[in-house]
């Protein structure tokens, strides 16, 4: 049987033949033919595990880790070579090549075999020349592939590590960006007696309001570092207006009232989204839903939304806190001069809905104040 199944002669590869860490796998239901391939490849440097049959090999491969060459006959008793080509392909996931033995098959069995992923096909009897040019053509692909895989890892992990150092100094610029704003508004509110909390509890009360309405975060994010620059234009109005203990003449708030057209004109000078939301805020927020504010009298919903939401904030942190001319009031004061009015607010000045919202959920304004407290 063996002379039917090999032949002899002697290999003239050149030496050097790289030897797998892992053993090979021999899979043939012939035990003098396994017999006799695996003390060839022992003879050749090669460690070998042998299999009768394809659940032997099955268990060896789910096993044995370090199995990456298989060399396996097509008819075997049960499952043949090819079945078990495919269940090893769908089960396991690392790189194994496939070298197909068969003393039966023709063109059409190894055209099969080629397309189901075996490395190779080889007709019995073999020529063990042939047979060792097959594995070294193996070892070489399972070489290329993982070179090929380790390329990807570095890649993947160089492409992770620019990206992280992207995502940072992307996160340094939105920092710096917060910053720059955070001094804008800062820059009005030192000529005023308003404090930097003020502008940040008015950027915490907007984005509250703005996800209640249920906006994305994103747009929420805008709104919260638009709204404290809305009182930016009072960087145009004259310190002893601005700081004047007690009511206002008329050509005073006359003045005093230009503050939110210069906010406007100042803000309204770039495309960027945070200070164009801003520069709607800078000009609507003292607007009034019965159009009974200023600049332009807009009523209604020809006020832009993000002022409407920004007055709601402003409005009540300026009743809780102290101004030149009136006491700092407690929440519950505050809470119900927005709703029931008083002799210079009133409820028709608000958006109906942004007022229902403040009704049902003012205790969070509440906790923002008290969170930023002066």
């Known amino acids: 049987m063996l002379e ?5 002669e002697e290999p003239d590869l050149e030496a050097g033949i790289p030897i ?23 003879d050749k440097g090669y460690r070998c595990a042998a299999a009768s049959n394809a659940s032997q090999a099955m268990e060896i491969i789910r096993n044995d880790p370090d199995v990456c060459i298989v060399l396996c006959d097509i008819r075997m008793p049960g499952q043949d ?19 197909v033995l068969t003393g039966h098959g023709g063109k059409d069995e190894a055209i099969r075999a080629l397309r189901l992923g075996a490395e190779d096909f080889l007709e019995k009897p073999l020529d063990l020349r042939h047979l060792l040019h097959a594995i070294e053509r193996a070892q070489e692909m399972l070489a290329l592939k993982r070179s090929q895989q380790l390329t990807q890892e570095s ?22 960006y917060e910053e720059v704003l955070d001094i804008l508004a800062l820059a009005a509110d030192f000529k005023d007696e308003e404090t930097g909390n003020h502008i940040r509890r ?30 930016v234009g ?6 002893h207006i601005l700081q004047k203990q007690g009511e206002l003449e008329e050509f005073e708030a006359a003045v005093m009232h230009q503050h939110a057209e ?30 009974t ?18 007055a709601i904030g402003d409005v009540y942190d300026a009743l809780r806190s102290t101004r030149p001319y009136k006491p700092a009031l407690g929440h519950d004061e505050a809470v119900s001069i927005m709703i029931n009015g008083d002799d210079s607010t009133r409820p028709q000045h608000f958006d109906p809905d942004l007022l229902a919202l403040f009704a049902r959920y003012h205790g969070r304004f509440d906790e923002i104040y008290e969170s930023l407290a002066d």
Request: contains cysteine.
């Open 20 to 42: 797998l860490e892992g053993p090979i796998l021999v899979v043939d239901d012939e035990e003098p033919i396994r017999d006799e391939l695996t003390g060839y490849l022992g």
């Open 262 to 291: 210069i906010g406007a004109k100042i803000l309204s000078h770039s495309s960027d989204k945070v200070l164009a939301c801003a520069a709607n805020i800078a000009a609507g927020h003292h607007e009034r839903w019965d159009g």
């Open 81 to 99: 070579g090819l079945q078990m080509l495919t269940a090893i392909r769908g089960e396991v996931a690392r790189e194994i090549a496939f070298i």
């Open 202 to 231: 008015v950027g915490l009360y907007a984005r509250f309001l703005a996800a209640q309405l249920g906006w994305p975060k994103d747009r929420q994010r805008i709104i919260e570092l638009a709204a404290p620059l809305h009182d």
């Open 293 to 310: 504010g200023y600049p332009a009298g807009l009523a209604g919903n020809a006020i832009p939304i993000e002022a409407r939401i920004t």
């Open 4 to 8: 039917q199944s090999f032949r002899r």
């Open 155 to 176: 890649l993947a992990a160089e492409v992770a590590l620019k990206t992280a150092s992207i995502r940072r100094l992307i996160r340094e610029v939105e920092i710096a």
């Open 234 to 239: 009072k960087i145009g109005t004259p310190d």
